[in-house]
């Protein structure tokens, strides 16, 4: 039987080995093969102690082979000299990298002392010497010391490949000298991520993708500039996108293109295979030249176990294991009784072991040794006296030491029934799959669930077990397409990845925990074990309770929006952004004093490029590591609601990052992605779209919807981009896409995916919100879901900021020509429940600042800005502003820096923010203005007939008419005096508010603080009031009680 296999890295970047192994069914001999390449030097190791690159490991293992251990002048025994290794951990060896050099010809007293040098292999023929085991950062089978690894990018360690079984050695008269093959080929080497960051020859984005919203990248000539100022390497999303993009037009031939095949190399076996005298055992690598004693026949330490013979095992089993191909090593590994005999055996895989013992775990004593079926740390044995399983625990000796573990093998499976009938209704899935920290038994360890049902082996690979895919195989769930294994032992903060083979013929591909809850800070991409935040102690109770109040639509409400990265940093302190505990001081106090009752923070779920601000996630359910863990979070949040403070945060179901390590081809199918090729990219953004046929991948996107609001209390979710979501054409040329089952154009499947998520929140989290924000002009989004509606709360208004600048953009002398650009956009706010928006989009780069959208001199900018804030004020709706646009900010908003705070020492700049603040705090305590916001009673028209003059003018109403408000916009360069308006009914009108008041940066111009109405017929009223219009000016008068 033949088996192949190749070496590679965590990532799957680095270089690869072909061999092959063979193995004769007559006598279980094994044989190796290798395609012989060039031995490199070793690299130095990082500062991490783990090696540099992923070359440099592929080196050390394939120097390994050729550099078998020399044996004794005169004799067949080998001894095994200790080697220096690159890394600097202590206590390891690894194989050297020196290539052999010629030296002159020595006396034969001189040359029977002399070492052998190492002999190249010949094409078709097996090593003499052992091969070194398989081993990653550190010796196999020993994991890595903590401490050492680091959660910065390119700290991640890599992953030794699948090691080979070690050939039968040929008597020492037939090893002959071999010339390295001249044809030999150097393994092809791709840079990992960090490297290829380092590269200056940025690609070029497709025409497809949306330049404001993904580049983020500023017009002076930096396009290749990385967006993001930390240390360390970066590669924008462009470029991998720019890279990647032509990958899906290969995979559309098939719905599931298979993994790229190992080479094959014939294998021959030695001809003198079968005379070859009987295995001499390998001595350690820490072997001193001196003989080894006899073992001693008599108990040692007083234990009296005789050593028995180990159990048979079928060859091609060995290869499956030790070639990581074991699909079922639940079927062989722990405890088994034998149907022959009925004896139980134990059968245990540890690389590097040299005795493995059984233990009762009460009494702590041997029960039985188990002997070694392969060097490589296959043991097995039968257990004397036992017809039953049984607890039990191993005793490892390593050339390390002595350690004492629990076998995974032997624990029962980690999903019950009940946990699989819960996995089946998807409202929950993050308490069956993920990592989990658990007792099982009394046994503290992890419970590691995956989906991955077109898989052919799944295994778990990390810091605790050297990153090895042979040592800790998965169960196979087929009712679920789950695999699972509980690993005693393992802890918090233990990095992790899974290690997933669509085939025996297939590369295995290491992917991140689609469910990790924690990762890596980005560029490193393991997953990490982390609490699922049942233990967080919240102190938000009140605000829990008052959500139905607060967030009832008849509420003021005003968010902040907020990019956690740019809103402040730390230039003291390498220009590092807050952290989410800084920011639970700094942000929240600033948005109690600005009067804001909001956060809506940009995503937080975890996203590889900091040019993406989060819109590209490559994790949904893991909080970005940049500002701290995942409790750090719920601390921020809890800290805003004892503040009263609500918190909302983007979210982004539709589509995915494509990293190699992340959703695409999760397990060698498009298994979260559409496989029909018309329907499985974004035609923007030319990244992978959910496939939500699939009920799997819709109740993974639910669950994590409900997931935010369960273990982080956030009080809603905005939705961007839903257009793309509910219409199959949109963005797509005719032939570049399919109708529905109906014909027409509606992704049915999307719509009921919303439906059905919005119904689920609403009934599990009443009082929360879903914000949508979509670009088309269906009218259902608001609607209740029972009334055939979307069923959200709100919805983004941009339709409002983008027209009514349009009209601000035209020059004064012009403006009269285009009055309907300012009213139309009026005429549908209560067609929905509205959130005027003005957002990130406004002020992305390619967008410029506020004030640079607006025509005039520096003061005209400012007053008319100081005009339009305070119409979005008076008018129905919600109301958002984005970070920086409260004071004004001079520049377009850049992710990679922090918000130009020093403006505010500016009278203008300051003068805006003080303005935001005095409206945000008006429109909490008039009623006027927000208690009928969704209801056509709570505005009234009284002008929008004035062209000449650019004024608009109406009124805003509260229930019963009490503190009626009227709102005056002018937007021209001129002071208009004794302007008369049409009011409702006689009093005294105070001026609430006036945006030319010299406390905001204006000429102080105005109506004296108020007027009294008289009998006097306007707009088609009784009653009117003479004012003064200030220049570029909104003024507010509220009617004052007899």
């Known amino acids: 039987m033949t088996q192949n296999t190749k070496t590679g890295s965590p990532s799957g970047t680095g270089p690869q080995t072909d061999k092959k192994t063979t193995i004769d069914k007559a006598t279980d001999k094994t044989t190796l093969t290798r395609t012989p390449a060039p031995l490199e030097a070793a690299k130095p190791a990082s500062k991490t102690g783990f090696p540099a690159s992923t070359a440099a490991k592929t080196t050390e293992a394939k120097t390994a082979v050729a550099s078998a251990a020399p ?104 090893q002959q000298p071999a010339p390295a093959p001249s044809d030999a080929k150097k393994p092809e080497e791709r840079p990992d991520m960090a490297s290829a960051a380092a590269s200056a020859d940025h690609k070029k984005m497709p025409p497809g993708i ?41 995979k559309s031939a098939a719905a599931a293109k298979p993994k790229a095949k190992a080479k094959k190399t014939p294998v021959q076996s030695p001809s003198d295979a079968a005379a070859a005298p009987a295995k001499t055992q390998t001595p350690s690598r820490l072997t001193p030249k001196t003989p080894i004693p006899p073992e001693p026949k008599g108990p040692i330490g007083g234990v009296g176990i005789k050593k028995p013979a180990p159990a048979r095992v079928e060859g091609e089993t060995i290869a499956a294991i030790l070639n990581a191909e074991l699909r079922n090593p639940f079927s062989f590994f722990g405890i088994h009784k034998l149907d022959a005999t009925g004896a139980m055996v134990i059968r245990v895989f540890y690389p590097e072991a040299t005795d493995v013992k ?15 079926v392969h060097d490589e740390g296959l043991f097995a044995g039968e257990i004397p006296g036992r017809k039953e399983a049984f607890a039990y625990r191993l005793r490892i000796t390593t050339p ?28 929950a899935i993050y308490d069956q799959l993920g990592a989990h920290p658990r007792e099982i038994a009394g046994v503290s360890g992890v419970a590691f669930t995956v989906w991955a049902p077109n898989a052919n082996r799944v295994a778990v690979v990390g810091d605790f077990n050297g990153w090895d895919g042979r040592r ?104 590092r952004w807050f952290t989410y505990r800084e920011m639970a001081d700094e942000l929240v106090a600033y948005c109690r004093d600005m009067g804001f009752t909001h956060i809506a923070l940009l995503p937080v779920s975890e996203y590889t490029y900091d040019d993406t601000v989060g819109y590209l996630p490559s994790n949904l359910y893991a909080p970005t590591n940049r500002y701290g863990s995942p409790d750090d979070l719920r601390y921020f949040v809890d800290a805003c609601h004892r503040s009263g403070i609500g918190v909302v945060a983007d979210w982004v179901p539709s589509y995915f990052s494509e990293e190699e390590h992340g959703l695409s081809y999760f397990d060698g199918t498009p298994l ?14 030319n990244t992978p779209l959910y496939d939500l046929t699939r009920k799997e991948v819709a109740n993974y996107l639910v669950s994590n919807a409900l997931y935010w609001f369960e273990r982080f209390h956030l009080d809603g979710l905005r939705i961007s981009g839903l257009a793309k979501m509910f219409y199959l054409d949109y963005g797509r040329s005719e032939g570049q896409w399919h109708p529905n089952a109906q014909g027409g154009n509606e992704n049915i499947e999307a719509l009921a995916f919303i439906q059905d998520l919005n119904a689920r929140i609403a009934k599990k989290y009443p009082g929360t919100m879903m914000i949508a924000e979509d670009s088309s002009l269906r009218g259902d989004l608001t609607k209740p879901v029972r009334e055939g509606g979307l069923g959200f709360t709100s919805r983004w208004n941009t339709a409002w900021a983008y027209d009514t600048l349009r009209y601000l953009r035209r020059h004064p002398v012009h403006r009269k ?102 409206l945000n705090n008006l429109y909490q305590k008039s009623p006027a203005l927000h208690e009928l ?77 108020g007027v009294t109405a008289e009998q006097h017929w306007a707009h088609g009223r009784e009653y009117s009031i003479c004012v003064t219009l200030p220049p570029y000016a909104t003024v507010v008068l509220e009617l004052e009680k007899p």
């Open 358 to 372: 059984v233990l009762d775990p009460e009494k702590n004593t041997v029960i039985a040794e188990l002997g070694q």
């Open 817 to 918: 020509y285009y009055q309907f650009e300012f009213i139309n956009p009026l005429s549908y706010m209560f067609d929905e429940k509205f959130v005027l928006p003005v957002s990130y989009d406004h002020v992305s780069i390619g967008q410029g600042s506020m004030v640079d959208k607006l025509p005039g001199d520096y003061w005209q900018k400012f007053a008319t800005l100081r005009a339009w804030y305070a119409l979005m004020y008076a008018l129905p709706g919600k109301k958002l502003l984005f970070m920086g646009t409260e004071f004004s900010q001079s520049r377009e908003w850049n992710s990679t820096i922090s918000l130009d705070w020093h403006l505010l020492e500016a009278p203008m700049h300051l003068g805006m923010q003080t303005l935001i603040r005095d």
């Open 71 to 174: 044996k004794a002048a005169g004799t067949g025994t080998e001894t095994k000299q200790p080697v220096k290794d690159s890394s600097p951990k202590a206590g390891v060896t690894a194989p050297s990298t020196d290539k052999a050099e010629k030296k002159p010809a020595m006396p034969p007293a001189a040359a029977a002392s002399e070492p052998k040098k190492p002999t190249p292999w010949k094409k078709d023929e097996a090593p003499a010497a052992k091969t070194a085991p398989r081993s990653a950062m550190a010796g196999a089978g020993e994991s890595p010391d903590k401490s050492k690894v680091s959660t910065q990018p390119g700290s991640q360690p890599k992953m030794a490949g699948t090691v080979p079984l070690s050939p039968p050695k040929a008597p020492a008269a037939t």
């Open 210 to 250: 949306d330049a404001m919203a993904l580049l983020k990248r500023s017009d002076d000539g930096k396009k290749g500039k990385p967006a993001t100022i930390k240390s360390g390497t970066h590669r924008s999303a462009a470029e991998v996108i720019a890279k990647t993009s032509s990958r899906d037009q290969a």
């Open 400 to 427: 390390a030491g002595q350690i004492d573990r629990e076998d995974p093998y032997r624990f029962p499976p980690v999903l019950s029934e009940k946990d699989l009938a819960e996995l089946a209704g998807g409202e």
């Open 933 to 1009: 916001d969704s209801e056509p009673e709570g505005f009234e028209w009284i002008d929008t007939s004035d062209e000449d003059s650019s004024v608009i003018s109406f009124l805003r109403l509260a229930k019963g008419n009490a503190r009626t408000m009227v709102v005056v916009t002018h937007i021209t360069p001129v002071v208009r005096t004794d302007y008369r308006i049409g009011v409702p009914s006689p009093g005294n009108y105070r001026e609430v508010l006036n945006t030319d008041a010299e406390a905001y940066g204006g000429g102080n111009k105005g109506s004296g603080g």
């Open 472 to 575: 800790h195989g998965m169960r196979f769930r087929p009712e679920s397409g789950v695999w699972e294994i509980f690993l005693p032992g393992v802890s918090t903060g233990s990095l992790y990845k899974y290690e997933v083979k669509q085939s025996s013929e297939t590369v295995p591909e290491l992917k991140s925990d689609p469910l990790a809850f924690s990762t890596e800070t980005p560029l490193g991409t393991a997953s990490i074990v982390y609490d699922d935040g049942k233990a967080f102690r919240w102190r938000d109770e009140k605000w829990i309770k008052s959500r139905g109040i607060r967030h009832n639509p008849s509420m003021p409400i005003s968010f902040y929006e907020v990019h956690l990265g740019s809103w402040r940093r730390k230039p003291e302190e390498d220009n």
């Open 672 to 685: 979260y992605e559409y496989p029909e090729h018309a329907r499985r990219r974004d035609p923007d953004w």
